[in-house]
């Protein structure tokens, strides 16, 4: 999978956002926040494939944390991400 291309992190108002705007008229703009865990597993995925898995190692591995707990973040990240069809499966 990887990041759709298309969607830029911006710095507003003290937060890091993706805004994700509507299409054909309607108003269905959303705002994504990230953490800066968030930020930093995008700005290292963002233009390249990835798997749960080696999200799971980078958080181990930048954060010095068990690898179940790794897994378990991994997939929530990816889980938001698909959500708001930020991610090409």
């Known amino acids: 999978m990887r990041i759709r291309k298309g969607f830029k992190v911006q710095f507003v108002g003290g937060e890091n956002i993706i805004l994700l705007q509507g299409t054909y008229g309607v108003d269905t703009t959303k705002i994504v926040s990230f953490n800066d ?4 597993l995008w700005r290292i995925y963002e233009n390249k494939e990835f798997t749960s898995e ?19 973040d991994a997939v929530n990240w990816i889980d938001i991400l698909i959500r708001n069809r930020l991610i090409e499966q």
Do not use: C, Q
């Not at 181990?60 to 068990?66: A, G, L, P, R, S």
């Open 37 to 40: 865990t968030s930020l930093l």
């Open 54 to 72: 080696e999200i799971a190692e980078t958080l181990v591995d930048e954060f010095d944390i068990e690898k179940e707990l790794a897994i378990k």
